[in-house]
Nanobody, 123 residues
Framework: QAQLVESGGGLVQAGGSLRLSCAAS????????MGWFRQAPGKEREVVAA????????YYADSVKGRFTISRDNARSTVFLQMNSLKPEDTAVYYC????????????????WGQGTRVTVSS
């Protein structure tokens, strides 16, 4: 059974940092593209960052470029999102996602989703 489990969310002050993790199991996720999405209250879910199966390609939303970094450890079937210089507008539930095709992840039409982890940034 495919499963994506996020962790690392929490409450942080503006300017602070958090590192999200997503542990994948049940599929050969080391060969899948992975991504992070977020959904703020009253807003649609949006892509934050994506990474190809081997890490050679990455994508970032304009709103997080230069502040967030996506990475992966295929030996541990885990993908990370390092979030620095956090802003109140980064407050959202963050979701991990996976698909066999990188472009599909970027556009959000993925096969697998995690349950989400909440990030709250106070001003």
């Amino acid at each position: 059974q495919a499963q994506l489990v996020e962790s690392g969310g929490g409450l942080v002050q503006a300017g602070g940092s958090l590192r999200l993790s997503c542990a994948a199991s049940g599929r050969p996720f080391s060969s899948y593209a992975m991504g992070w999405f977020r959904q703020a209250p009253g807003k649609e879910r949006e892509v934050v960052a994506a990474i190809s199966w081997n890490g050679d390609s990455t994508y970032y939303a304009d709103s997080v470029k230069g502040r967030f970094t996506i990475s992966r450890d295929n030996a541990r079937s885990t993908v990370f999102l390092q979030m620095n210089s956090l802003k109140p507008e980064d407050t959202a539930v963050y979701y991990c996602a996976a698909d066999q095709i990188f472009r599909v992840v970027v556009y959000g039409r993925v096969d697998y989703w995690g349950q989400g982890t909440r990030v709250t940034v106070s001003s």
